[in-house]
């Protein structure tokens, strides 16, 4: 079986915290409410804490970094303006804003420093976009209302969902491949978002009915044992998929997961109340949040397989804000 030992990300002074993303080096960002309530974005490398903050930001979100310590986010500019995203390299921020936009909303990153998300226009139509090195590419699944990006993977292929024109409306879950839209969805699936691509092409995403991986044309449910819902959120290179469950019952509750190949395991940090598994590295570190009995506190999951009956079982491993 695996194990997992748990540290807890809380930046000095945080009343409030969760971890957002980390790379194979556990370089880990997120982003944590101070005293007065206002939220800061944070890199945490090996026990130190750096505030991310742009110039001139209200308040700020980091969501993610890549191998090359690249960290994207987004921010509200001054207190009460428009949110926008940022991308920060060795001490650059760079804004990220599509043209036409009034709320930006940066979900992924690759190797290559390029940054898909979603902005919102004046019209109330949220579309998607790649940013690449200064330059956007607008990203619109052909006749649909809203296209949401959600993840990128090195070769360049995107996913997330994207929102139909029939009278009801439902999400589709899509893949970008350089100008190529593909539709993908298990059979009878209403309302699809595919949420994370490693790079060998896997994704995994979710429906009304709960996970699913979906790799070389074929569907895997992933449906932790007893769950009432179950709700992948990022796939490594491995194949190792993270996120969160909730039980069914009475007192329903929130478990992080790791499903490593047909193995469930559960991630919950000692003195949680209820956890949320938001990201999985390519060395199987897992970051996200759990709730006690006060607040909420980030937390890094390192995992430590054990032997079994003679077998090494190894097990290796959508955004909070306010504003």
């Not at 309530?37 to 026990?47: S, T």
């Not at 839209?181 to 979710?206: M, R």
């Amino acid at each position: 079986m695996t194990t997992y030992t748990y540290e807890t990300i809380d930046p000095p002074g945080s009343i409030y915290t969760a971890a957002e993303g980390i790379n194979s080096k556990g370089q880990i960002v997120g982003f944590y409410q101070d005293s007065n309530r206002i939220e800061h974005g944070f890199l945490y490398d090996h026990g130190v804490y750096t505030t991310i903050d742009p110039p001139g930001s209200g308040e700020t979100v980091a969501n993610g970094i890549n191998s090359k310590g690249q960290i994207f986010g987004f921010y509200e500019i001054g207190g009460s303006g428009p949110i926008v995203g940022f991308l920060y390299d060795q001490g650059t921020y760079k804004t990220i804003d599509p043209a036409g936009s009034n709320r930006v909303t940066p979900e992924g990153i690759n190797d290559a420093g390029q940054v898909v998300g979603v902005y919102h226009d004046s019209s109330g139509v949220d579309h998607s976009f790649l940013y690449n090195h200064g330059t956007y590419t607008t990203i619109d699944f052909p006749g649909a209302l809203d296209t949401y990006a959600l993840g990128i993977n090195n070769a360049g292929q995107v996913v997330g969902g994207y929102l139909d024109s029939d009278t009801i409306g439902h999400v589709h879950g899509f893949l970008y491949d350089h100008g190529t839209y593909t539709t993908i969805e298990p059979p009878g699936s209403v309302d699809t978002y595919l949420t994370s691509i490693n790079n060998s092409g896997a994704i995994v995403g979710h429906n009304q009915n709960g996970g699913f991986e979906y790799s070389h044309g074929t569907y895997t449910i992933i449906d932790f044992p007893g769950a009432r819902y179950t709700d992948p959120e990022t796939i490594s290179d491995s194949g190792i998929v993270t996120g969160f469950y909730q039980t069914s019952g009475p007192n329903e509750t929130q478990h992080g997961f790791v499903y490593d190949h047909g193995q469930y395991t559960s991630i919950d940090p000692p003195g949680g109340t209820s956890t949320s598994s938001y990201f999985i590295s390519n060395s199987g570190q897992i970051v996200g949040l759990f709730s006690d009995n006060t607040t909420n506190h980030g937390f890094l999951a390192t995992d430590h397989p054990t032997h079994d009956h003679n077998t090494m079982l190894v097990g290796l491993h959508t955004s909070d804000f306010h504003f």
